[in-house]
């Protein structure tokens, strides 16, 4: 198939499922032409079948300050779908993704590609649901020819947020399991015999970093740890000041982005994801299959990745007192770390592997082909 994939290029789970979607379709001998404004951020894969295609958005002074983006990434989606004849055009984060290639299917006029839109988390729960991208973001869906969602929770918010009776495929993120693997004793953060907590986002304020250091600040009276903090956004500066506040600048290391999150993940002790709502959190299964317990919170799709008391625990949201308590009884008890660590792995073999859900994605295109 010739695969049209369009994401946001940036730091964040859509793009990084989009570009690892894209990567292995093209192991599989499909030809997959990515279509957004930058390279996306772990596009770094050389392979012939994989193609960028670059939308630049042309500056006039009637435009302002507000290029518009939405249009030059249809006229784009046009011209690669008519020379490279795609068969599919996938599209990741409704907004404005899934009504740019409205426009293009329309400017094609039924002899372009079926145009598949995957949700994935806050292009419903959060900006989809804003007053201002509402019925635009229903629209997207409902004239989609094949709508996916990254979770039963994510599906089941959709339709209770935007009342869409257009059918939705559940079809989970992944890992490959060769790339996320334990890596005792060779990973970046080993050293002065500390436990290492880890907690790796964007640093939204859905993620409640305030909640990450909370937990860490109780957890670093009782237990000789460190906490690694990777990625970097617009919750830093306080994440920041926090650490300062409290004397933490010995025991918090920021890393900023990191390219080679495995390598991370391969070494830490704990992971910490006590966001405000995740439709799915692939750091936490990334964590997971790096055998690492994840200590969460009971949010959106996350007790469908992490299952409590087996690989993890799941707290309610802001319950920084109940993760700490589970957090430095793991970090105090190696079995049970361990114990918890190979089943996380296990489980994220079982269900979210690569080799499984590749081919989910594919029999849906093919359906969605057949109409
Ligand atoms: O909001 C973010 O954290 C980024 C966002 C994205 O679309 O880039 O992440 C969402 O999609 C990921 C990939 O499917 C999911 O793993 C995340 O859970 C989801 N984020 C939220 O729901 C907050």
């Not at 030059?72 to 795609?86: D, P, R």
């Not at 929770?153 to 079809?171: H, Q």
Request: some cysteine.
């Amino acid at each position: 198939m010739n695969v049209g994939i369009t994401c946001y290029p940036t730091v964040g789970g859509s793009g990084f499922v989009a570009t690892e979607l894209g990567i292995d379709l093209a192991r599989r001998g499909h030809t997959v032409h990515f279509i957004s404004y930058a390279l996306p951020t772990r596009l770094t894969h050389l392979h012939e079948r994989l193609r960028f295609h670059e939308v630049a958005t042309t500056a006039y002074p009637l435009f302002g300050d507000y290029r518009p983006y939405t249009l030059a990434l249809a006229s784009k989606m046009v011209e690669v779908a008519q020379h490279e004849k795609l068969d599919v055009l996938h599209v990741h984060y409704a907004i404005p993704h899934a009504i740019s290639a409205f426009i293009a299917k329309q400017i094609l006029n039924g002899i372009g590609p079926k145009v598949i839109t995957t949700l994935h988390g806050t292009d419903i729960t959060i900006v989809g649901r804003d007053p201002s991208y509402l019925p635009i973001t229903k629209y997207g869906i409902d004239v989609s020819d094949g709508v996916t969602a990254v979770s039963k929770s994510l599906r089941d918010d959709t339709i209770a947020n935007f009342g869409t009776t257009k059918p939705i495929e559940v079809i989970p993120n992944f890992i490959d399991p060769t790339r996320f693997h334990r890596r005792e004793g060779e990973g970046p953060f080993f050293s002065c015999g500390r436990k290492i907590v880890c907690h790796a986002s964007n640093f939204r304020k859905v993620k409640r970093i305030e909640d990450v250091l909370e937990i860490f600040l109780r957890v670093q009276k009782r237990v000789a740890s460190r906490l690694v903090m990777l990625g970097d956004g617009p919750e830093r500066p306080m994440a920041e000041a926090f650490v300062r506040e409290h004397g933490l600048e010995d025991s918090v290391y920021f890393i900023g982005h990191v390219a080679n999150v495995e390598e991370a993940f391969g070494s830490v002790d704990l992971f910490l994801l006590p966001s405000e709502t995740e439709s799915f959190g692939v750091a936490a299964l990334e964590a997971l299959a790096s055998e690492v317990p994840v200590i969460a919170s009971r949010a959106g799709g996350l007790p469908e990745v992490v299952i409590d008391g087996e690989m993890g625990y799941l707290r309610p949201v802001g319950d920084v007192d109940g993760m700490a308590e589970r957090a430095i009884e793991l970090l105090s008890n190696d079995a049970l770390r361990e114990r918890m660590g190979k089943a996380g792995r296990a489980w994220a073999i079982e269900q979210f592997d690569t080799a499984k859900i590749i081919p989910q994605y594919t029999d849906y295109y093919e359906k969605v082909l057949l109409g």
